[in-house]
């Protein structure tokens, strides 16, 4: 039998997080990538047949997209043979494809749209992060959870789960023991709205808009956002992703926040006092750089769009947006592989039952507040 994986432990995503900044050959990651590409190509191949076969047969059977196929597939793969080591580097890369697929999918928004539901969406990402932060961190102090773990709970479930809680371990100085459990808890959570977002969706018969918008404001990693949109719809899975965005885009100023207070409290180490010397470079190497480069794939696809010719010919053309919209489904396909094989399940069950009955508590209560401001905002603004 093959080693069972560890790249995928909560502790490992932290090393995993520092060591990966360095350089590594390309050829040590074409094994991992190529299995990036079988799995999820196996779960575009099994969508494809399923359908195909209850079609012939004229079946009814409710459309299980390749999204979720390519995530169970890896998660079976980590959790029965293992991820031989020869795989973990390229596995790894899997947070690359999907910064790499939000980037490219800035071709399928003109700026326009991208404007208008950000200034719909930055209200409801404020409200909805201030509402997180707030509720997490009372619900922490009421376990009796440590102000580290509380903190890094509440980062995670009201930014972007596991890279504002990698963000925000430094700033703190918090523990690898408080970050491993604050990404075990998240990463259980967010394994779980794959399932319950879609059902809750389809039963509110929500439109593809207020569910994307829902499902980019209440899921916390992004991966898990953009594969939790995709299963409900295309259309759906656009709008998590400018959602989740939106709230990606405000890491660097929740992280310094934190570290500012962290600070007056005499609690930051001297890495960290150094660093809010100069409070705008940290928040220039918070700040996640793939969403400049989704606005500016979008002010192509915009310049494109016009019906100025000079104008438009310094965007992309019709065959370019297409090429690019499709680049970007096979950066997702690599994504949703590498979502399920780095998740390993028993290290999810190995933090204790406080963190993740706060996680669990939280993200229900979280999710209901945004599913209430998403349905009185499509009731309001018709979504």
């Known amino acids: 039998m093959a080693t069972p994986t560890t790249a995928s432990t909560p502790k490992e995503a932290i090393r995993s997080a520092r060591l990966d900044a360095g350089p590594a050959s390309f050829g ?73 697929g939000i980037i490219l999918l800035g071709a399928r928004f003109v700026l326009g749209d991208v404007l208008k539901l950000g200034g719909l969406s930055l209200g409801l990402v404020f409200v909805a992060i201030i509402l997180s932060i707030l509720f997490m961190t009372w619900l922490g102090r009421a376990f009796r959870l440590s102000p580290a773990l509380t903190t890094l709970l509440a980062v995670g479930s009201s930014i972007c789960g596991v890279s504002a809680i990698i ?53 916390d990693n992004t991966a898990e ?16 992703v400018l959602a ?29 006092e150094k660093q809010l010397e100069n409070k705008a470079a940290f928040l220039w190497k918070k700040f996640p750089k793939f969403v400049l480069g989704f606005l500016f794939i979008s002010l192509l696809a915009t310049l494109g769009a016009s019906s100025n010719p000079s104008i438009a010919a310094l965007g992309f053309n019709k065959a370019q947006l297409l090429a690019l919209g ?15 094989l780095r998740t390993d399940l028993k290290s999810l069950f190995k933090q204790g039952a406080r963190p ?28």
Not at 181 to 203: D, E, K, N, R, Y
Not at 230 to 239: P, R
Not at 326 to 340: E, P
Not at 361 to 370: C, S
């Open 244 to 272: 989740k965005t939106c709230r990606n885009a405000l890491i660097g100023f929740v992280v310094l926040a934190y570290a500012i207070q962290w600070s007056r409290r005499g609690l930051a180490n001297a890495a960290t």
């Open 225 to 240: 956002a953009t594969a939790a949109g995709a299963l409900y719809s295309d259309v759906a899975g656009k709008y998590a």
């Open 167 to 219: 963000a925000t371990q430094g700033a703190i100085d918090a523990d690898e023991d408080d970050s491993a459990t604050a990404i075990a808890a998240i990463l259980a959570l967010g394994a779980i709205s794959l399932f319950a977002f879609p059902l809750i969706g389809h039963a509110l018969h929500m439109s593809d808009h207020s569910y994307g918008l829902w499902t980019g404001l209440a899921v």
């Open 28 to 100: 040590s990651l074409l094994p991992g990538i190529a299995l990036l590409a079988i799995v999820g190509y196996a779960g575009k191949v099994t969508e494809h047949a399923i359908n195909t076969y209850a079609k012939t047969h004229h079946l009814t059977f409710p459309n299980i997209e390749y999204v979720l196929w390519a995530i169970l597939f890896g998660v079976v793969i980590a959790n029965t043979i293992g991820l031989p080591r020869i795989f973990r580097a390229g596995v790894a890369t899997y947070e690359f494809w999907l910064k790499a």
């Open 326 to 340: 499709n680049l970007s489904r096979w950066a997702f396909l690599l994504t949703f592989a590498g979502v399920g």
């Open 356 to 383: 993740f009955i706060v996680s669990a508590v939280g993200e229900i209560v979280i999710a209901i507040l945004t599913l209430g401001l998403i349905l009185g905002a499509d009731r309001i603004y018709h979504l």
